[in-house]
């Protein structure tokens, strides 16, 4: 049972920075996390993810370069920090949860939070 909650989500300029937060209930050291964004109109897509441990690391080909995942056991906190930040960037941003294993793929995890919008302008 992990409740998640993301925060941090804002307007920025194009090229600005953002940093995300998703706070878990509970101790989530057998869990791996991601990111996942939904724009209107479209699917919700695989951004990135982390192993338990924090150890492996996955990334969208769209984010590679410019995101990254990071976790914080001990605070039950993942991130994902945003940097040169584009328009097509701007989304609903989902974190999500489940046993043991990095996925990539919605279907793949079991606990999601609510979202947290992030609008990028130029």
């Known amino acids: 049972q992990v409740t998640l909650v993301e925060s941090g989500g804002g307007l920025v300029q194009a090229g600005g920075s953002l940093r995300l937060s998703c706070a878990a209930s509970g101790r989530t050291f057998s869990y791996a996390m991601a990111w996942f964004r939904q724009a209107p109109g479209k699917e919700r897509e695989f951004v990135a993810t982390?192993?338990?441990?924090?150890?492996?690391?996955s990334y969208a080909d769209s984010v590679k370069d410019r995101f990254t995942i990071s976790r914080d056991n001990p605070k039950n906190t993942m991130y994902l920090q945003m940097n040169s930040l584009k328009p097509e960037d701007t989304a609903l941003y989902y974190c999500a949860a489940r046993q043991y294993y990095i996925g990539f793929r919605v279907n793949e995890y079991d606990y999601w939070g609510q979202g947290t919008q992030v609008t990028v302008s130029s």
């Open positions: 982390i192993s338990t441990n924090g150890a492996r690391t």
